[in-house]
């Protein structure tokens, strides 16, 4: 970085030479390092593998440590979620390559160092390149990286270049060093030709911490090896940066007490724990080799659903247009609909895709003049620009209901070429949210959270939201969730649409691939027996009046006082498109909620019927439902004001808990054809 700026700073504090720079820029190292020392390191040669959250780290402690020289190579682009741990994500550096910013950086700290850039990363083409008069190599690439880290390490080793990894994990890291007389990678992880991906990343993971000191307080639920996806924090790569420096320093000086592989250290300043050893015959070892069957067997599906398939995400060019749009439309079809019924189709071609409501796949009770299946079909189209997003296609939605004989035309999805379009931090959101029935913590979801969710909703126009979360108030509309709820098992249509609804078999679910399966209703073994055994109304209708009602109810009520808090979202107008506009708020909040690993569950009853007496009047209830629902709504309006002269959508309620195990399927897109466009 040799700018005129640069010069004059330089010169001004006179320090413009390479000698002069070194006099001063590093004099504190000395006591720590000597003169011969600190001249070896200005020759040094250093080569990075990765300029991310470890590697931009290591990076820039060994600049500062006075190494003269790197090869580093990255591919990748910063980008706003690597905020949280990258040393170069800086709003300034968004969309620019990580390579380039870092070098930027580094060269701000030594503006006389001496790079190789290497923009393609490190590849099987430019490995001997990149490796070429390296000292040493330091692993900075991501964690799911494996055969590109397995090529750099083999590489290494046979030309003689010691390797070190650390890798965060919790408020943790875990450090290997690997030498050119120990033992090789695929020695210590124990890899094999014929060892799937996720065996390996396994296998890594496990030799990487062979004691791990941070599976006490790691929330798993953010861990998927499938997915590539886990949770890191920014001090745990600072702190990878510390241990790998330090042992890059012992070994670029000759320094004793290196301690390659079987070798093994993990510093984990959260639980105050220094765990260290030798792991004799690395993961060949007996009990390495039990853990590793424990996790494939027992904790690798720990947080699998069933149901619920993810399809594989398109990419535009070498997959085409035909196969973003089936991945957006699955998108769709992945939305929150009133028992899952599946409400919506889709018609139009190529960058055009239509959506429609069907009117006869939903004609109970709740979905009054359509207003449910509407606000199910919002929750798509908010679905699908994410997955369109996603896919590096900019959406534009346009908003024109059209009634016809047997469905509703409500808007129009055109996927359109755009520059800067990066994939929205809740795509991952979309295949992951689900209903969940659980009981959940207690503890409260903060008011800055429902902050987030209540902007996060109204972007969308005349859309409301409002909350509670004291438990007095859960208490109070718990009540009402018990008075309204009531009326699902005494009512009729209400009841035996449920039961239509509800697959009592694995098989059924499987066939139909709408509903609900029955583990996905978390009435546990006892609730499972009274739910087959009360399928038939007249059986339903006899335990009604011994009080089977009242019970149902409360253990509705008992979800509410279960959890960290309720919302309300409601609209301004109860026409097609304030409802569709609610259908979207609602499915953003739904999402937002599932980014941060709040379960979420629909308390419909109170809503619904509402919406309903406001639609059908209040004839379309019984008198005795009638004073039942105004007792409740009346302590529904103590806890959110406004309640009686607003249009409510949806009561929901919130919290931190267990996920589930049963999700709900999805009909295949052919089962949603739509009309010409």
Not at 485 to 512: P, S, V
Request: proline letters at 5%.
């Amino acid at each position: 970085m040799n700018t005129p700026e640069t010069r004059q700073k330089l010169d001004v504090f006179h320090v413009a030479s390479h000698n002069t720079y070194q006099e001063a820029a590093f004099c504190r190292n000395l006591g720590l390092l000597d003169a011969n020392e600190q001249n070896r390191l200005q020759h040094a040669v250093v080569a990075v593998a990765g300029l991310g959250g470890v590697g931009g780290g290591h990076l820039i402690a060994l600049a500062r440590s006075g190494v003269g020289g790197f090869r580093l190579a990255d591919f990748d682009r910063f980008d706003p979620v690597n905020g949280n741990r990258q040393y170069g994500a800086t709003v300034s550096a968004f969309g620019r390559e990580k390579l380039r910013v870092m070098a930027e950086n580094a060269l701000e700290v030594n503006p006389h160092l001496s790079l190789t850039l290497f923009e393609d990363g490190v590849t099987e083409e430019n490995v001997d390149a990149f490796l070429d008069g390296a000292d040493l190599v330091l692993d900075g690439l991501d964690f799911f990286v494996f055969e590109v880290r397995r090529m750099v390490f083999k590489k290494a080793l046979e030309k003689g270049i010691p390797v070190i990894t650390a890798g965060p994990m919790g408020f943790s890291s875990a450090l290997l060093v690997f030498t050119p007389d120990g033992m090789g990678f695929d020695e210590y992880f124990d890899i094999r030709e014929e060892d799937t991906y996720i065996e390996r990343i396994l296998k890594f993971a496990m030799g990487l911490a062979p004691r791990p000191t941070h599976f006490g307080y790691v929330n798993m639920d953010f861990v998927d090896l499938r997915a590539k996806r886990g949770p890191s924090l920014g001090c745990a790569c600072q702190l990878c940066a510390s241990l790998a420096v330090t042992e890059a320093l012992r070994l670029l000086l000759g320094r004793k007490g290196v301690k390659p592989v079987p070798y093994f250290l993990q510093f984990d300043p959260y639980v105050r724990k220094l765990v260290k050893g030798r792991l004799r015959m690395g993961n060949r070892h007996p009990v390495q080799r039990l853990k590793l069957w424990i996790a494939k067997n027992y904790m690798l599906d720990r947080n699998k659903v069933i149901g619920p398939v993810r399809p594989e995400q398109p990419d535009l060019a070498a997959d085409g247009l035909a196969a973003v749009r089936d991945y957006v439309i699955s998108a769709g079809v992945q939305a929150p609909s009133g028992d899952n019924c599946q409400p919506w189709r889709f018609s139009g071609k190529g960058e055009r895709i239509v959506l429609s409501l069907d009117k006869g796949t939903d004609e109970s009770f709740f979905n009054v003049r359509q207003a449910a299946s509407i606000v199910a079909c919002g929750a798509a189209m908010e679905n699908m620009t994410l997955a369109a997003q996603a896919c590096g296609l900019k959406p534009e939605v346009e908003l024109r209901p059209e009634e016809g004989a047997g469905e509703i035309r409500l808007a129009a999805l055109t996927l359109k070429q755009g520059e800067d379009v990066h994939e929205p931090v809740l795509h991952d959101a979309v295949w992951l949210r689900c209903t969940n029935r659980k009981f959940y913590s207690r503890k409260p979801v903060s008011d800055g959270v429902w902050e987030h969710i209540r902007e996060a909703v109204e972007r969308f126009p005349g859309t409301t939201l409002q909350w509670i979360s004291a438990q007095d108030q859960l208490k109070k509309f718990a009540e009402s969730v018990c008075l309204a709820d009531r009326i699902r098992t005494e009512h009729r249509g209400l009841h035996e649409h449920l039961n239509a609804m509800i697959r009592f078999t694995q098989k059924d679910a499987e066939e139909t691939r709408d509903g609900f399966p029955l583990g996905n209703l978390e009435a546990g073994r006892a609730g499972n027996l009274f739910l087959k055994a009360t399928r038939s109304w007249s059986v339903m209708k006899a335990l009604n009046t011994l009080g089977a009602s009242r019970g149902v109810a409360a253990h509705s009520g008992k979800g509410i006082l279960r959890s960290g808090g309720v919302g309300l979202i409601s609209t301004q107008a109860l026409d097609t498109e304030s409802l569709f506009l609610a259908g979207r708020a609602l499915e953003r909040a739904w999402l937002t909620f599932t980014h941060y690993g709040i379960r979420f569950q629909p308390a419909a009853a109170p809503a619904l019927f509402r919406l309903r007496w406001l639609l059908e009047g209040e004839t379309s209830f019984s008198p005795a439902h009638g004073k039942l629902l105004g007792r409740s709504w009346s302590l529904a309006e103590e806890c959110f004001p406004g309640f009686l002269a607003s249009r409510p959508v949806l009561f929901f309620r919130v919290g931190f808990g267990p996920g589930i195990k049963y999700g709900t399927y999805r009909k295949p897109l052919t089962a949603f054809p739509g009309g010409d466009a």
